[in-house]
């Protein structure tokens, strides 16, 4: 199994900036990207950003300038520094790694419980 740790959902003002962080652990051979989704309530789930693990990003246009995702691969971690915040960025935010373990081989999507971030006007 693959568990994936979030931490750093914050209530903010709106402009200010927080930093996620996830951590994936388990038996765990090779991770092809990981990225974070976020949900609204009444809203469709998105796709907030997302990296290879060879460094190539993708992001929503809604946060193109603002959100920087990164990652450290020895730690299998990433991270989303999220700056000038804005109160529709306000969503439960989501972990997801797609991953092959040890045991199995194929690559498979994993997801954290989600950490809330909530930006006040």
């Known amino acids: 199994q693959v568990q994936l740790v979030e931490s750093g959902g914050d209530l903010v003002q709106a402009g200010g900036s927080l930093r996620l962080s996830c951590a994936a652990s388990?038996?765990?051979?090779?991770?092809?990207?990981m990225g974070w989704y976020r949900q609204a309530p009444g809203k469709q789930r998105e796709l907030v950003a997302a990296i290879t693990s060879g460094g190539s990003t993708n992001y929503a246009d809604s946060v193109k300038g603002r959100f920087t995702i990164s990652r450290d691969n020895a730690k299998n971690t990433v991270y989303l520094q999220m700056s000038s915040l804005k109160p529709e960025d306000t969503a439960v935010y989501v972990c997801n790694c797609n991953a092959r373990l040890w045991v199995g081989g194929s690559f498979r999507d994993y997801w954290g419980q989600g950490t809330q971030v909530t930006v006040s006007s």
């Open positions: 388990g038996s765990i051979r090779s991770i092809n990207a």
